[in-house]
């Protein structure tokens, strides 16, 4: 009778890079787990709030690490670990952003092994079958930007106090976003231009940049969802897919680009009464 493959990993990282690595989308997801994918060029961390209106797939090359070893017949290793516990874990000690993390997975023990210096943590892994992950969203998506975290900040922060319902319309070379109550309306139209067709954001300061702009699209999104994806979001622009009544798509970097963030928020779909 043949034997179970082995496969392990032995890495080690600065603490606040693992912390934004093992950041849960919502607090919903406490002991939810996400699913760790690491692969020889680095670490991939899919995860999905229960109601599935947030979607979250990070990932850090392993160039960022301070050092990186993976032994996996397949080129890859994957268990579900619940991403808040160890980001709890790192919260609670408080270690300096450069202090290194030890991370150690081996098969024959399915432990997750996490340490930061005398204080050791040991998850239990879970096998990926049946457990949920980030997946791409099959949508041909009409306008493709970028735009600055302000923009979706004082969404949030100011439009988000009329209504917990934030409408988005991008397109056409301009930008609405707006919020309706019982009496009251309140409306942001944040400064944009296109690039040209191009990838190069032009530093000119303003709040968007289109790239592929077909026509005014627009979508409901909620409040409370919006600010969840907060904060994923670096001070700085990023890239957003957009396309009437369909989730909205952000691509993001963060930590001199060694973290890469996809997030998708799903349209708000309850009706206003």
Not at 19 to 27: I, N, Q, S
Request: glycine content about 6%; hydrophobic content about 35%.
């Amino acid at each position: 009778m043949s034997s179970k493959a082995h496969f392990s990993f032995d890495a080690s990282v600065r603490s606040d890079l693992l912390k934004a690595l093992v950041l849960p989308p919502v607090k919903l997801t406490a002991r939810q787990d996400a699913i760790f994918y690491w692969r020889e060029d680095g670490v991939t961390v899919g995860v999905v709030d229960g109601s599935s209106v947030i979607q979250v797939e990070q990932r850090a090359d392993s160039d960022s690490f301070d050092s990186y070893t993976l032994d996996a017949p397949h080129g890859v290793v994957s268990l579900g670990v619940p991403c808040k516990e160890i980001h709890d874990f790192l919260s609670a000690l408080n270690p300096d952003s450069d202090e290194l993390v030890h991370i150690e997975y081996e098969s024959q023990t399915n432990s997750l092994d996490v340490r930061v210096g005398d204080s050791e943590y040991n998850l239990a892994g879970k096998v990926r079958d049946g457990l949920r992950t980030y997946e791409e969203p099959d949508i041909d998506y009409q306008n493709r930007f970028f735009a600055h975290k302000r923009v979706f900040k004082k969404a949030h922060d100011v439009v988000g106090m009329v209504d917990d319902e934030i409408t988005f319309c991008f397109g056409d070379g301009q930008a609405r976003i707006s919020s309706t109550g019982d009496t009251d309306k309140l409306t942001v139209e944040p400064q944009c231009t296109s690039t040209g067709q191009t990838d190069d954001v032009p530093d000119s300061g303003e709040d968007i940049f289109f790239v592929e702009d077909t026509g005014e699209q627009e979508s409901e999104y909620s409040k409370q969802v919006l600010g969840s994806v907060l904060q994923f979001l670096p001070n700085d622009y990023m890239e957003v897919r957009f396309s009437e009544g369909q989730p909205m798509k952000i691509e993001s970097e963060r930590f001199d680009g060694n973290l890469y963030t996809k997030a998708t928020i799903a349209k708000r779909v309850s009706p206003k009464s």
